[in-house]
């Protein structure tokens, strides 16, 4: 391996790392706070990208525009998913994977009504780009998504670890009933941690939209990578999410590179298998709530 | 004396309403489109495709493997008949015989975990088999994404071409209501209640000398043998496998027949596949709505699991209870008639 594949290898993981870090903190959020498996992420990820195909592609508004409306408007549906769905099935953990498998199928169908099934060509918002000495390039459409993945997933630590809500969710994510029987809303912590949860999917989605070419089915490997980095950081623990997401890209960008990318998701598989037999609990994971 | 007779009656009711069923589904072919000949074949496949996935739930594990093993025997059957020509109904048995193998080697590592992290390291190692399949380095054997093709048809038998779906759907009528009434054996006998036994006190059953994960594995290699069944039943109608066929998304159904069907009793994924069946492949298709139907089934499913949480099983106990209901109205009266005779 040259120097230079080295480093673009290390450029495009980091791309990888960031976006699908987003992802998967916002479905450990969500996880943790409902006790849900949100089938529907990787829709609500397709969701942020579709926004950006209407608004930027067709609709010619500015770009980051159109990605703060993706971020808005994923948010709002997560917050439907919660009233609609979640709330009602709150006692019944496999009802709300169900119902998430429909409304996966609802905003699939939407997508494909709304936009048809081929793919979408969303024009890059810029040309620019960064050329590392060794001749490695980083566009700027992808420091974009590294970008918005530090800060927002910064500013999501401190809001956690510092505010009130913060605070009130991380003692849900702990023990609802205890976190109820001191007071806090357990409706008022599930909508902010589904609003959060989905626009994180949204903002992933909108600012890689003119990366990937979206389709109605991008959705479906994003939420199976999602699990996997889930699973391997350990259920409930955002930072595990977030060191697994690097680590994760990592190994799967470069056994891509050297090998292929069908051999890349069979080793993610092989790692999480083996992850789970080792400490079913995952690397940074809690003890399983009783 | 009068419980002798209402037992005679139920048993008449049963007798008449099985040989109303036998006769339903022996004639029913023939008042169908070919279209929905071939539907059919594949709702029978796949009432012993989730019949069989209930069993482990017998257990209290829910596997996300279930599509890939069926696969295994898909793809095991169509192999073997193909390249080594051996006869297809010991394919068949050979495919299904893998699936259970595969289930017995992977249940050392699975049923270390419980619960959600079962179902998750169960989706990672059936998920792992299937890439394997679609994996270019192994083109030469499993076909890649595009999977084996020209698998060799079920031979004529007495001159009956397998060929046609009436015939076919005969065939595999046969195959899976054996396989139904082994399943149902099971769950009755002894082995049956001990897998009742693990699912709701898997503590208290290990301390009076079961070894649970020997059940545990039990129900997953049975359950895992009857899903390879259906898949070597599949491969050979259709002729073809691919890996896609056994994603993930195969698996979502299989998971929602039995979700919205119920799991408490035998019948309750069957009724959620034939229901489901219908309501997808004959209204949503006779209302011409091609491209909205996943959208109707999925607020179909929503509905389901916001007001029928139990499943459509849950209905029956109503139904009967509405029709027991009545009868014991009826009861009461006549006995208050006797009652009153004697005074009179």
């Known amino acids: ?290 | 004396m009068p419980n002798r007779d209402t037992n005679t009656t139920t048993r008449v009711v049963w007798l008449l309403g099985s040989a109303l069923l036998l006769i339903v589904l022996i004639a029913l072919p023939h008042l169908l489109s070919f279209s929905q000949q071939e539907i059919l074949v594949f709702l029978v496949i796949n009432v012993l495709l989730v019949s069989s996935y209930r069993l482990l739930t017998l257990t209290g594990e829910w596997s996300l493997a279930h599509a890939v093993l069926m696969g295994v025997g898909a793809y095991t059957s169509g192999l073997i008949a193909k390249e080594l020509g051996v006869p297809v109904p010991i394919a068949m048995i050979i495919g299904a015989a893998t699936a259970g193998l595969l289930a017995f080697l992977l249940s050392f590592p699975l049923f270390r975990m419980k619960g959600f992290y079962f179902l998750i390291a169960s989706f990672a190692a059936g998920e792992a088999i299937r890439l394997m399949w679609k994996w270019s380095d192994l083109t030469f054997l499993f076909g890649g994404p595009k999977g084996i093709k020209r698998i060799p048809p079920f031979p004529d038998f007495l001159s009956i071409d397998f060929y046609e779906p009436v015939n076919y759907y005969y065939l595999c009528l046969i195959v899976v209501a054996v396989s139904l009434l082994i399943l149902y054996r099971v769950e009755r006998s002894r082995i049956g209640l001990t897998f009742h036994a693990i699912h709701w006190q898997d503590k208290l059953a290990e301390s009076v000398g079961v070894n649970t994960f020997r059940y545990r594995m039990l129900a997953f290699v049975i359950s895992a043998f009857f899903a390879g069944l259906a898949g070597a039943l599949y491969a050979h109608y259709v002729g073809a496998v691919a890996p896609n066929r056994f994603s993930v998304e195969e698996m979502v159904y299989i998971l929602i027949w039995a979700i919205v069907g119920g799991t408490a009793t035998f019948y309750g994924p069957i009724v959620g596949v034939v229901v489901l069946t219908i309501l997808n492949e004959v209204i949503l298709r006779a209302l011409h709505v091609d491209e909205m139907r996943p959208m109707l089934y999925g607020g179909l499913l929503i509905l389901s699991i916001l007001f029928l949480p139990d499943g459509l099983e849950s209905l029956v106990p109503k139904i009967k209870g509405w029709f027991a209901g009545r009868k014991e109205k009826r009861a009461t009266e006549e006995r208050r008639t006797m009652k009153e005779q004697p005074a009179e």
């Open chain 1, 1 to 290: 391996m040259t120097a230079e594949l080295f480093v673009q290898t290390v450029v495009n993981a980091t791309y990888a790392a960031s976006y699908m870090a987003l992802i998967a903190v916002g479905f450990v959020l969500i996880f943790g706070v409902m006790g849900v498996v949100n089938f529907a992420h990787g829709e609500l990820y397709m969701a942020g990208a579709y926004t950006v195909v209407a608004l930027y592609a067709d609709q010619g508004l500015p770009f980051f525009v159109a990605v703060a409306a993706g971020l808005v408007f994923v948010g709002l549906l997560g917050l439907l998913m919660e009233l609609a769905l979640f709330r009602p099935l709150r006692d019944n953990p496999l009802g709300g994977l169900i119902a998430s498998i429909g409304f996966l199928l609802i905003l699939q169908t939407i997508a494909v009504l709304g936009f048809g099934v081929r793919m979408e060509n969303v024009p890059p918002s810029t040309q620019d780009k960064i050329v590392f000495m060794d001749g490695a390039v980083l566009t700027y459409q992808r420091l974009y998504v590294i970008v918005a993945a530090v800060v927002l997933l910064s500013a999501l630590w401190i809001f956690l670890s510092k505010s009130k809500f913060g605070w009130a969710l991380r003692a849900c994510a702990q023990d609802r009933e205890a976190a109820s029987l001191q007071g806090m809303s357990i409706n008022q912590t599930a909508r902010i941690a589904m609003f959060i949860g989905a626009a994180l999917a949204g903002v992933a989605g909108a600012l890689t939209a003119p990366l990937v070419s979206p389709t109605p089915y991008m959705g479906h490997p994003v939420v199976v990578t999602a699990f996997i980095i889930v699973i391997v950081g350990g259920l409930g623990s955002l930072e595990g999410a977030v060191l697994v997401a690097i680590l994760y890209a990592f190994v799967h960008t470069f056994v891509t590179t050297v090998y292929d990318g069908t051999l890349a998701n069979i080793v993610g598989l092989l790692l999480m298998l083996v992850v789970l037999i080792v400490k079913p609990t995952g690397l940074f994971g809690a003890k399983e709530r009783a």
